[in-house]
């Protein structure tokens, strides 16, 4: 067996049985390597390599961004340490390449935090001028979910899967599965939301013990992070709030704001569930925007009459 088809379903059951990878990760890795696969026109593994791969790296920098084109290259090239790693190869070709990046800084966006008041304010009004049972359910559901995204910056896809028994309301935490199935336990630590999503809970208790889902919809089904991002963009609409508003930007409105706060940027990664301290050091450039903005309208230089 040294076709690369066969090499490759065998790694993906590799990374799903000895790894554990969770599924997006698999999904990621099967993209990445069947494109390759598709892209060169050696079909043995042997005949893979330093120079095809160099000619693969360059197509890859003229197609995608460079933060795709590192994905995909660090995908190809876990492959290759695993064809290693079982002598599957004599000679791992990556072994021969420098890969640079310049990667740009892309700043992560955030909400105002007026706007992220205007928005719950928005889902708050909905529920109290429901005209139905079903709207207003709904409408408590969408503001124990929003309020959480925000108090905890947790992921979506988190959110969406966390079990009943990981909320502890008594205690105000959560516990989270993260990436790589790490855990870690944040603290909820408004009163406001533990009481929405105290509320929440005794409204959706039936649907809650039906799929063991914390958030779920009325049918007793999970919610879907489709389904959070529908609502997100509904109540941007009833807000008439012009910003674009994503799941992940109260993630990022949560670390930045912590970060002005003056909170430990080593506190922020341990809830934010970061693996490494560079992940999170992204947001002091936020913070360092901040300060400029500071700066510029607020020193009392800008007043002098020189």
């Known amino acids: 067996m040294n076709s690369m088809p066969s090499y490759i379903s065998d790694y993906l059951e590799y990374c799903r049985t000895q790894k554990r990878l969770d599924e997006k990760t698999l999904k990621a ?20 390599t330093s120079g095809v791969l160099e000619d693969y790296i360059a197509r890859l920098h003229t197609q995608y961004k460079p933060r795709t084109a590192k994905r995909k290259i660090a995908s190809l090239k876990a492959f290759f340490r695993y064809l290693e790693y079982r002598e599957y190869i004599d000679y791992n070709p990556f072994n021969k390449i420098q890969i640079r990046f310049r990667e740009p800084v892309i700043l992560p966006k955030t909400i105002p935090l007026r706007t992220v008041e205007t928005f719950l304010s928005a889902i708050y009004k909905q529920h109290q001028c429901a005209g139905t049972v079903y709207q207003r359910r709904n409408a408590l559901r969408d503001a124990a979910v929003a309020e959480l995204l925000f108090a905890t910056g947790i992921r979506i896809s988190e959110l969406c899967a966390l079990k009943d028994n990981d909320v502890n309301l008594y205690d105000g935490t959560i516990l989270i599965y993260g990436k790589g199935d790490k855990e870690r336990r944040i603290q909820i630590g408004s009163k406001p939301v533990i009481d929405i999503l105290e509320t929440y809970r005794d409204n959706f208790c039936a649907e809650i013990d039906a799929c063991n889902h914390f958030f779920t919809n009325q049918s007793g089904s999970a919610l879907s992070d489709q389904a959070v991002r529908r609502m997100i963009n509904k109540y941007t609409s009833l807000a008439s709030i012009e910003q674009h508003i994503t799941p992940h930007m109260f993630r990022h409105t949560f670390a930045t704001s912590l970060l002005e706060a003056d909170v430990d940027i080593r506190f922020i990664q341990e809830m934010l569930g970061h693996s490494s301290i560079n992940v999170t050091e992204i947001y002091t450039h936020v913070a360092v925007a901040k300060q400029r903005e500071i700066l510029v309208t607020k020193h009392p230089r800008k007043d002098f009459r020189i």
């Open 29 to 48: 890795y099967r993209i990445d390597l069947r494109q390759f696969l598709q892209q060169v026109t050696e079909s043995e593994i042997t005949a893979v």
